[in-house]
């Protein structure tokens, strides 16, 4: 059975850090490439950031540039979203999701590209 388990949010106050982690299993974790997206109540979900399956090539959406990084670890089959100098706007729930892309360097910023997803965790930043 394929699986996304995400964990790691709760609650920070603004310019603090959380790590998200994103746990797979059930299906060969370094043929996909994997993704961070994140809804806010109201909001369309969005993406943040992805890596690619292959060479580690990243995307991240101007938002969130140089304050999220997207490390992966294969031999955990785990991607984790670091997220340093919070804001208030950073609040939403956060999905990790992969998208099938064998020993490629692409990097998917479409979240109808992804084949599998998490069911999320919340992450809330108080100002």
């Known amino acids: 059975e394929v699986q996304l388990v995400e964990s790691g949010g709760g609650l920070v106050q603004a310019g603090g850090s959380l790590r998200l982690s994103c746990a797979a299993s059930?299906?060969?974790?370094?043929?996909?490439?994997i993704g961070w997206f994140r809804q806010a109540p109201g909001k369309e979900r969005e993406g943040v950031s992805c890596?690619?399956?292959?060479?580690?090539?990243?995307y991240y959406a101007d938002s969130v540039k140089d304050r999220f990084t997207i490390p992966r670890d294969n031999a955990k089959n785990t991607v984790y979203l670091q997220m340093n100098s919070l804001k208030p706007e950073d609040t939403a729930v956060y999905y990790c999701?992969?998208?099938?892309?064998?020993?490629?360097?692409?990097?998917?910023?479409?979240?109808?590209?992804?084949?599998?997803w998490g069911h999320g965790t919340q992450v809330t930043v108080s100002s």
């Open positions: 999701a992969a998208d099938l892309q064998i020993l490629s360097d692409y990097v998917p910023r479409d979240l109808d590209e992804y084949d599998y």
């Open positions: 059930g299906f060969t974790f370094d043929d996909y490439a």
């Open positions: 890596i690619s399956s292959s060479d580690g090539s990243t």
